[in-house]
């Protein structure tokens, strides 16, 4: 389905139930079950499409004064994106692909796999906070 095309009235909820429905697999699960976990964490959380094109159905994004994560599918993972996952403290350790990276991390879930739920919302909360904070590190700039 071109969800370009689709997307003319359609809000990025029902867009984000679509891509979901699309999957039809443990991956459609499993993006269903976070995305349950990402509101539970923060009720006001906003949901996005973003990055569609005719080539591809687009990515589900969870905003909070900027993003907090983005939840990818591919054919054998599904990868929750943090775009600030390096300035999160992350001592359940969920945190498992892009580990090189300076700004973001991510969450590989494979199919079977389970996730720590409270530690999930830990880092989604942790997330909303920096993002609400309005910086990702401390500043520099000296009071005046």
């Excluded at 370009?4 to 429905?21: D, F, K, P």
């Excluded at 945190?95 to 796999?113: C, K, M, P, Q």
Aim: charged share 30%.
């Amino acid at each position: 389905m071109n969800m370009s095309g689709a997307s003319e009235g359609q809000s990025a909820s029902e867009l984000i139930s679509e891509r979901i429905a699309e999957l039809g697999d443990w991956r459609g699960g499993t993006l269903s079950r976070m995305r349950k976990l990402i509101k539970e964490a923060d009720p006001d959380v906003v949901e996005e499409m973003k990055w569609i094109k005719s080539s591809t159905p687009g990515t589900p994004v969870w905003s909070h004064d900027g993003i907090i994560c983005t939840g990818e599918s591919y054919k054998s993972v599904v990868k929750l994106t943090f775009a600030k996952g390096a300035s999160l403290m992350d001592p359940a350790r969920l945190f498992n692909s892009s580990l090189d990276g300076n700004t973001r991390r991510a969450i590989d879930i494979h199919e079977g796999e389970e996730v720590d739920e409270s530690a999930f919302k830990a880092l989604i909360r942790q997330a909303v906070a920096l993002n609400s904070s309005g910086k990702s590190k401390p500043s520099k700039k000296a009071k005046s």
